[in-house]
């Protein structure tokens, strides 16, 4: 019996979740575990595709700034004065210092360490006592600028700099979702954030199907969304969505079984009953009701943790209005809820199961699990060879 966990993924456990969807397995142990895929997962799933890091409502006014650690680059995102997103490395171009942590509004940005300064736009201001340095160019010298791009109000990084332009994945995305206007909405709340001990795909896997809906959420969704109402819309390679079908009982047309916040005014009466779970790989949550929209972001941080941020994006009329604060109030602690006391003790008990010298892939259940293993296709097709011994 081995007693160390697996690092990597044997032919035959790859060949299991390779089959079609009646005959498939779900992922072996070491994609839960493993810190060589954790970082072959870095590289090829995050660092060479598109990540979410920001919502643009997080930087309302010129000046504003956050800070967003994507594995080994810490970044900085902007908005300067003339309204541009900038997002940036932050490491100082005198000798690599952090020239900013964490998020606040300013003009400049001063290096802590020899005072270079550098302006919204990552450019270099000033160098002190550089004026006898030969071939020093203030002028071209500036904090490396990201590839970006803003879908939807949500701010995405490329950082090999060579993946297909993102509004060309999401093409179909945005048709399903164009009558949410999501970049309009903005958020209830600050957001909250959650040291999560388990591995990243645990908690997005959860995106993928509501069959999750028979255990977990057996008294927040299933009685209103039943997990075998469930069906997915569309499975790419790029994303995913999963419609909850129609709600049950003919009051329930909120995603929470009936807590009253005003309708996004331009949905459809039949996108008004059906909530969605949108997850635009690799690590964008999206769970879209009549509503609001719950935003959830992940990043891995080790084979077997990931940082979660929670929030909830709502119409401005909603927000704004003073005879709603209760209601919406009650709503994001209910939103809370559901992943504090649903989610998050199965995705433990889950991590904990996974790590037993016991564990074996399982079988999927067909259909509801479809969305999961187009996931685990992408998954295999994108790290290839490198997960194998
Ligand atoms: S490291 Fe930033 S000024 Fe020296
Ligand atoms: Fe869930």
Same mark, same amino acid.
């Given at each position: 019996?081995?007693?160390?966990?697996?690092?990597?993924?044997?032919? $035959?456990?790859?060949?299991?979740?390779?089959?079609?969807?009646?005959?498939?397995?779900?992922?072996?142990?070491?994609?839960?575990? &493993?810190?060589?895929? @954790?970082?072959?997962?870095?590289?090829?799933?995050?660092?060479?595709? #598109? /990540?979410?890091?920001?919502?643009?409502?997080?930087?309302?006014?010129?000046?504003?700034?956050?800070?967003?650690?994507?594995?080994?680059?810490?970044?900085?995102?902007?908005?300067?004065?003339?309204?541009?997103? !900038?997002?940036?490395?932050?490491?100082?171009? !005198?000798?690599?210092?952090?020239? +900013?942590?964490?998020?606040?509004?300013?003009?400049?940005?001063?290096?802590?360490? !020899?005072? #270079?300064?550098?302006?919204?736009?990552?450019?270099?201001?000033?160098?002190?006592?550089?004026?006898? /340095?030969?071939?020093?160019?203030?002028?071209?010298?500036?904090?490396?600028?990201?590839?970006? =791009?803003?879908?939807?109000?949500?701010?995405?990084?490329?950082?090999?700099?060579?993946?297909?332009?993102?509004?060309?994945?999401?093409?179909?995305?945005?048709?399903?979702?164009?009558?949410?206007?999501?970049?309009?909405?903005?958020?209830?709340?600050?957001?909250?954030?959650?040291?999560?001990?388990?591995? #990243?795909?645990?908690?997005?896997?959860?995106?993928?199907?509501?069959?999750?809906?028979?255990?977990?959420?057996?008294?927040? @969704?299933?009685?209103?969304?039943?997990? +075998?109402? &469930?069906?997915?819309?569309?499975?790419?390679?790029?994303? &995913?969505?999963?419609?909850?079908?129609?709600?049950?009982?003919?009051? +329930?047309?909120?995603?929470?079984?009936?807590?009253?916040?005003?309708?996004?005014?331009?949905?459809?009466?039949? $996108?008004?009953?059906?909530?969605? /779970?949108?997850?635009?790989?690799?690590?964008?949550?999206?769970?879209?009701?009549?509503?609001?929209?719950?935003?959830?972001?992940?990043?891995?941080?080790?084979?077997?943790?990931?940082?979660?941020?929670?929030?909830?994006?709502?119409?401005?009329?909603?927000?704004?209005?003073?005879?709603? =604060?209760?209601?919406?109030?009650?709503?994001?602690? #209910? +939103?809370? &809820?559901?992943?504090?006391?649903?989610?998050?003790?199965?995705?433990?008990?889950?991590?904990?199961?996974?790590?037993?010298?016991?564990? $074996?892939?399982?079988?999927?259940?067909?259909?509801?699990?479809?969305?999961?293993?187009?996931?685990?296709?992408?998954?295999?097709?994108?790290?290839?060879?490198?997960?194998?011994?």
């Amino acid at each position: 019996m081995p007693l160390t966990h697996n690092q990597f993924v044997t032919t $035959e456990q790859l060949a299991k979740l390779r089959l079609p969807l009646e005959e498939a397995c779900n992922l072996p142990q070491a994609a839960y575990v &493993s810190e060589h895929i @954790f970082r072959q997962e870095a590289e090829q799933l995050f660092l060479t595709h #598109w /990540v979410n890091v920001a919502h643009v409502s997080q930087l309302p006014k010129p000046g504003d700034y956050l800070c967003v650690d994507i594995f080994d680059y810490p970044l900085l995102l902007t908005r300067d004065n003339n309204n541009d997103i !900038h997002l940036m490395s932050r490491a100082c171009m !005198h000798k690599g210092t952090l020239v +900013a942590e964490g998020s606040g509004n300013t003009k400049l940005f001063v290096c802590p360490f !020899h005072a #270079w300064s550098y302006g919204l736009d990552g450019r270099l201001k000033a160098a002190p006592l550089m004026d006898k /340095v030969k071939n020093f160019d203030r002028k071209n010298c500036r904090l490396r600028e990201m590839r970006t =791009e803003i879908w939807e109000g949500f701010i995405f990084v490329n950082i090999s700099g060579d993946a297909e332009p993102l509004h060309t994945q999401l093409t179909g995305l945005q048709k399903i979702l164009a009558n949410w206007h999501m970049a309009d909405l903005v958020p209830a709340h600050e957001a909250f954030y959650y040291d999560q001990r388990q591995n #990243w795909k645990i908690n997005s896997e959860s995106f993928l199907e509501a069959y999750h809906h028979l255990g977990a959420h057996i008294k927040t @969704f299933q009685p209103t969304y039943p997990a +075998a109402n &469930s069906y997915p819309i569309e499975s790419t390679g790029k994303y &995913s969505v999963l419609s909850f079908g129609p709600a049950q009982a003919a009051s +329930a047309t909120n995603i929470d079984g009936g807590m009253e916040l005003p309708f996004i005014q331009t949905l459809s009466e039949a $996108e008004r009953l059906e909530p969605m /779970v949108v997850f635009v790989w690799p690590n964008l949550l999206l769970g879209i009701g009549a509503d609001q929209v719950a935003y959830y972001r992940l990043m891995p941080t080790s084979a077997e943790s990931h940082d979660l941020w929670l929030n909830d994006l709502m119409p401005r009329n909603t927000v704004e209005d003073a005879k709603l =604060e209760q209601a919406i109030r009650d709503r994001v602690q #209910w +939103a809370r &809820s559901v992943h504090e006391s649903d989610d998050m003790p199965v995705f433990e008990r889950c991590q904990s199961g996974i790590r037993s010298p016991f564990y $074996e892939q399982g079988r999927l259940s067909v259909p509801y699990e479809r969305c999961l293993w187009e996931f685990n296709q992408w998954w295999a097709e994108r790290l290839g060879e490198r997960i194998l011994k």
